[in-house]
């Protein structure tokens, strides 16, 4: 009975080890199959290296176009800015004092004026009222300083118009 069972022990180990866990027969592996999968694993190394170099490859252009196109465009902006330029005034505002600057080459455009007086201050328009101007009137644009200045110059267009 002992060497029933062990026979019934070692068949039946036989038989799974012939299957794997999802019921399906175990694939023997041979010298073969073993050559094709490390030669599969090499290529892809291969692979993955050269895509890595590719990639420092662009990166490095990218970069070296980057900073080409960033010299060019501050030498096109050097250029204009010695095209535009030329003698320039210059206005320098400080805590201390305002200086408007000319090159020596080039006259003051400016001719000396007088200065320009203010206006002179405009009195209410409405009879016996002599303070300042605030508003004007909507109907006939006189100067009025208050809404019972306003009531008064304005003229009265019709019924239920105050």
Same mark, same amino acid.
């Given at each position: 009975?002992?060497?029933?069972?062990?026979?019934?022990?070692?068949?039946?180990?036989?038989?799974?080890?012939?299957?794997?866990?999802?019921?399906?027969?175990?694939?023997?592996?041979?010298?073969?199959?073993?050559?094709?999968?490390?030669?599969?694993?090499?290529?892809?190394?291969?692979?993955?290296?050269?895509?890595? *170099?590719?990639?420092?490859?662009?990166?490095?252009?990218?970069?070296?176009?980057?900073?080409?196109?960033?010299?060019?465009?501050?030498?096109?902006?050097?250029?204009?800015?010695?095209?535009?330029?030329?003698?320039? *005034?210059?206005?320098?505002?400080?805590?201390?004092?305002?200086?408007?600057?000319?090159?020596? *080459?080039?006259?003051?455009?400016?001719?000396?004026?007088?200065?320009?007086?203010?206006?002179?201050?405009?009195?209410?328009?409405?009879?016996?009222?002599? /303070?300042?101007?605030?508003?004007?009137?909507?109907?006939?644009?006189?100067?009025?300083?208050?809404? /019972?200045?306003?009531?008064?110059?304005?003229?009265?267009?019709?019924?239920?118009?105050?």
């Amino acid at each position: 009975s002992l060497s029933l069972s062990l026979s019934l022990f070692l068949s039946f180990s036989l038989f799974f080890s012939t299957f794997c866990a999802a019921g399906r027969k175990a694939k023997e592996v041979t010298e073969e199959v073993l050559a094709r999968r490390s030669e599969m694993a090499r290529k892809r190394r291969l692979k993955q290296q050269k895509q890595q *170099e590719e990639m420092k490859k662009q990166t490095v252009q990218k970069l070296i176009t980057k900073q080409s196109t960033r010299r060019k465009d501050e030498e096109k902006e050097r250029e204009v800015s010695r095209r535009i330029l030329g003698p320039c *005034e210059r206005y320098l505002q400080t805590a201390a004092s305002v200086s408007l600057s000319y090159p020596v *080459e080039m006259h003051f455009p400016l001719r000396s004026q007088p200065p320009i007086q203010p206006p002179l201050p405009v009195h209410c328009s409405a009879p016996g009222c002599a /303070a300042m101007k605030k508003y004007s009137c909507s109907s006939n644009g006189h100067p009025v300083c208050s809404l /019972a200045c306003y009531k008064v110059m304005r003229p009265v267009t019709g019924p239920g118009k105050a």
